[in-house]
């Protein structure tokens, strides 16, 4: 113990000047942060702020003299450089102070809830996820889709009791080139992907698609015959962002044919139906290979789950005279696939009361007011009761210390 004690290196990393120091710069991380949502959205400040070891701020033109310091560009340090740093200057600051004695119980207490609470949250940015679950009234679903992660999926829908997917990451739609894999009988090239895009149509059959549409020549790409217009993609939380891949298909050296596909940003390439019937023919792009009826398209990345949940009936209330939302509420049935009862399990969902299911999280997050559909958050955490195991340790840790205390002001006050 007392060469940890004595250790120049152990000494300088918990030092209390340097904790200082990483809680001023997270002051300083969260306050900028907290501006840049405004341009970024939540989910860009986080990722830029948060979840890099440094961001990149630039002066604000709104700002005093903004006009003449929009030049100035400060790195920040970023949460996966001071998060660290901080939990191992508890770490050693911890070992370096230890003492196994009554009067320093309460500091070792606290210290070791603020380090879990630290490790909790590192936990939860590499494994949480985020996805939604979008459920027509009186229909089941038993998918959920990623916020933001998309795929490209190819469907064999050949077999009238089941359909055969066969997706392709996000990861790989960035790299482009050639996609060959043993479960398609042809050969991919994705001539153009991105993660948001506008469209416009080429009404006029004298006009020419140009741009990265125009060697498309199957499905409803041609059909509409629609030109892109790539676009970046928007990070606030209500943004529509609408991801499209370009793919060329081919079975050996015969060429089949080159589709679009767009993505509706509800989750669900059927909305398009709802929201613009000329857009239908996106919902379902079939075309036949080998006697075999296939289905292409692009959407947000989909975890199916080993039950259903069905949405017997639900109730949106407003403010009155405003169209601020009072109460959602959606009133579900889970069903089991292995369970033998039919009416499955009953369960209220409504704003701050959610489901938790089978290590799932459903919180209610929108609802259609005209369409009868609701939507689902579906937050899948492991660690969620990390943050709650660190709180009751620095509670205790507080009742030990400050009880500690007062027992001895006690004890001098009665002698």
């Not at 590499?126 to 679903?141: P, R, Y």
């Amino acid at each position: 113990m007392s060469s940890l004690k004595n250790n120049p290196l152990l000494k300088a990393i918990s030092s209390l000047r340097l904790t200082l120091f990483l809680l001023g710069c997270s002051m300083v991380l969260i306050f900028i942060a907290t501006l840049e949502q405004v341009h970024l959205g939540i989910r860009g400040a986080q990722k830029e702020y948060f979840e890099s070891a440094f961001g990149m701020w630039q002066y604000p033109e709104q700002w005093y003299g903004g006009e003449y310091l929009t030049w100035l560009i400060l790195p920040i340090p970023g949460g996966y450089l001071v998060g660290p740093l901080l939990f191992l200057n508890l770490v050693a600051a911890h070992a370096q102070r230890f003492r196994l004695t009554w009067k320093k119980a309460g500091i070792q207490c606290i210290h070791l809830g603020i380090i879990l609470l630290l490790l909790g949250q590192l936990l939860a940015q590499l494994i949480q996820v985020e996805s939604k679950m979008v459920i027509d009234k009186g229909e089941k679903a038993n998918f959920i889709s990623r916020f933001h992660e998309v795929e490209l999926a190819f469907v064999n829908v050949s077999d009238p009791d089941k359909d055969t997917v066969i997706a392709i990451s996000e990861d790989r739609l960035e790299e482009g080139g050639t996609i060959r894999t043993k479960d398609l009988p042809f050969t991919a090239r994705i001539q153009g992907y991105g993660r948001n895009c506008d469209f416009k149509f080429k009404r006029n059959p004298g006009e020419q698609v140009k741009g990265v549409a125009a060697e498309v020549d199957r499905g409803a790409g041609a059909e509409l015959r629609i030109e892109l217009e790539e676009e970046e993609e928007d990070m606030n939380p209500d943004a529509a962002n609408f991801a499209w891949a370009v793919v060329e298909l081919k079975d050996g050296k015969d060429r089949i044919g080159t589709w679009l596909t767009i993505a509706h940003p509800n989750g669900r390439n059927d909305f398009w139906e709802r929201g613009n019937d000329f857009m239908a023919p996106m919902v379902s792009q079939q075309f036949r290979h080998e006697d075999q009826l296939w289905v292409l398209e692009i959407r947000q990345k989909r975890e199916y789950l080993p039950y259903s949940i069905e949405l017997a009936e639900l109730a949106n209330e407003y403010y009155q005279g405003t169209d601020l939302p009072r109460n959602f509420e959606s009133d579900v049935r889970i069903h089991e696939e292995d369970s033998a009862s039919a009416s499955g399990r009953r369960a209220l969902v409504y704003m701050n009361h959610p489901l938790r299911h089978a290590g799932k999280t459903f919180y209610q997050y929108q609802m259609g007011q005209v369409d009868n559909y609701t939507v689902f958050q579906v937050i899948e955490n492991p660690s969620w009761l990390t943050p709650y195991a660190a709180c009751v340790l620095v509670s205790l840790g507080l009742l030990l210390q400050f009880g500690y205390h007062l027992i001895r002001f006690m004890r001098k006050v009665r002698s």
